[in-house]
């Protein structure tokens, strides 16, 4: 399903784990992983500022980081490249992306040093607007796990080609699919017009009927519809998966600028940031 996957590591000791987890994901996917490390260039006068063995220390310290985590790869039977670049970190990842023809990025949350909020960052609106390819990230406090996957489904397009990738997912690893469909409802607006209310089912009856469509024809053992009412959506979602027990939340978006769109504040950026297990974002162009 995934031949090469990017793994964005910054040389933090707590991006190690996004590294083992990700590489644990690719191995089982049988996929070559790329472990690419961006440090920015320093941007003022060495000589005058002072002793330039500080930046290169630094350098060091980081690529060093970098073989560790090309071991640790490595001793777990994976197959992996590490890549120490300096540069615009967001304008070198994109560019790495091409290059090395990745077709998953793994990414984190949190970074300390020079990734930070790369979901949110400048980092990641570069990655989201010059690509095409599926994000994984790595979140929460539970191991990636595909024994259970959750899909967000809202019978949108996008959402349709998720649907199919986690599909996908399951045939392949056996995993138990549940489908969780948040039936969003605006107080305010019923009280003015009922028909409001009306629409909101229908829609979430049609979106009901897509899934089952969808999964129908795929071959999917174990699969399971959770609908529930709720507001803000992005919470009845998160807390479904955990009641799926899910370790891995699938959920569909628009590719480049629409998906950077989605990430500053909409139910994709606040499910991940809400959730307990990583998620993966799969983009609409990359079917």
Do not use: W
């Amino acid at each position: 399903m995934y031949k090469k996957m990017l793994v964005a590591f910054d040389g933090a000791e707590s991006s190690m784990d996004i590294v083992r987890q990700a590489a644990r994901f690719a191995r089982s996917e049988n996929s070559m992983v790329d472990i690419v490390t961006v440090c920015p260039e320093y941007q003022g006068n060495l000589r005058i500022q002072g002793d330039a063995s500080v930046l290169y220390e630094m350098y060091d310290s980081i690529r060093n980081a970098l073989n560790d985590a090309v071991a640790m790869c490595k001793a777990d039977g994976v197959q992996v490249r590490g890549h120490f670049l300096t540069g615009n970190p967001a304008d070198v990842l994109a560019e790495q992306i091409e290059a090395l023809g990745s077709d998953i990025v793994a990414l984190g949350t949190h970074s300390s040093q020079l990734l930070h909020s790369v979901v949110i960052g400048s980092v990641a609106g570069t990655v989201v607007r010059h690509s095409d390819i599926d994000l994984l990230i790595i979140t929460g406090d539970k191991e990636l796990s595909l024994q259970n996957i959750f899909l967000a489904y809202d019978g949108s397009a996008e959402a349709g080609i998720a649907a199919r990738q986690a599909c996908a997912l399951a045939e392949r690893y056996g995993s138990r699919l549940t489908a969780g469909i948040a039936y969003e409802m605006d107080m305010e607006a019923f009280s003015l017009s009922p028909v409001v209310e009306s629409a909101a089912v229908e829609k979430t009856e049609l979106a009901v009927e897509s899934i089952k469509n969808i999964v129908a024809s795929a071959d999917v053992r174990d699969f399971d519809v959770a609908v529930r009412y709720g507001n803000p959506p992005h919470e009845v979602l998160v807390e479904e998966a955990q009641k799926s027990d899910a370790g891995l939340i699938v959920i569909g978006a628009c590719s480049r600028s629409k998906l950077s769109h989605l990430l500053v504040g909409g139910v994709v950026h606040k499910l991940v940031y809400s959730s307990a297990c990583p998620v993966l974002i799969v983009k609409e162009q990359a079917q």
